[in-house]
């Protein structure tokens, strides 16, 4: 069965500070995979996803996320972290071969400190 | 603006009435989706929708019902067989086919008394 999984519940880091989320999967074929951010209360927005090509894929608002098959994971990095990036992470798998559905990550909790 | 737009945002009830929450998207997307977001929790998949006049159940669809009359629209009605309707409910659509992103609205708070 396809599954999702983010090990990291809750994560506080420094502002200014490096950031690595980690999201893992299992799924058969080949994934498309996706991170949304969700601020509380709001719906989830999407920061990236990879179809294919290139495994080290770019989004918005600085955050880029690698493409490893042999480890089947999708982690979710930025380089400096600002404080209005404190928000819900939701790493997604979408599942194609028997129509759209997709498969999401219990999602972890992001908190940035002065 | 095209978008999805989810109403109302929020929503008090007493327990036992049925309630609908509305869902209206103007992407020209063929699949529609509803979810359920507790606190601390991930996205259940309640319902979802590939084409008018047709929809399949998701994990937790027990004590909901949906429709799919009209391809921008699918509104999501928590009965009163839900035993724990209090939630966040979030709507969302794709396209229909490989590789398609899915895009959420900005989400509905149930509150039941």
């Not at chain 1, 506080?12 to 949304?36: D, I, K, Q």
């Not at chain 1, 989004?59 to 042999?70: D, P, Q, T, Y």
């Not at chain 2, 309630?19 to 209206?24: P, R």
């Amino acid at each position: 069965a396809q599954s999702v999984t983010q090990p990291d519940i809750h994560i506080t880091v420094s502002e200014g500070a490096s950031l690595e989320l980690r999201c893992n999967y299992s799924y058969g074929a080949t994934p498309y995979l996706f991170w949304y951010v969700q601020s509380p209360g709001q719906g989830l927005q999407l920061l990236l996803k990879y179809f294919s090509g290139d495994t080290l894929v770019q989004g918005i608002k600085g955050f880029e996320a690698e493409f490893k098959r042999s480890q089947s994971s999708f982690n979710l990095r930025k380089p400096s972290v600002h404080w209005s990036d404190a928000a819900e992470y939701f790493c997604a798998v979408g599942q194609t071969n028997t129509g759209n559905q997709f498969y999401f990550g219990t999602g972890t909790s992001l908190t940035v400190i002065p | 603006d095209g978008g999805i737009t989810q109403s109302p945002k929020y929503l008090f009830r007493k327990e036992g009435q049925n309630v609908t929450l509305s869902c209206e998207q103007n992407l020209n997307h063929d699949a529609m989706y509803w979810y359920r977001q507790d606190p601390g929790q991930g996205l259940r998949l309640i319902y979802y929708s590939q084409i008018v006049n047709d929809f399949q159940k998701g994990d937790i669809a027990e004590g909901y019902s949906v429709s799919r009359e009209k391809k921008e629209s699918f509104p999501l009605t928590v009965t009163s067989a839900q035993k724990n309707p209090t939630a966040f409910y979030l709507c969302a659509s794709s396209r229909s086919g490989i590789g398609n992103t899915i895009y959420f609205g900005e989400g509905s708070w149930l509150t039941v008394v």
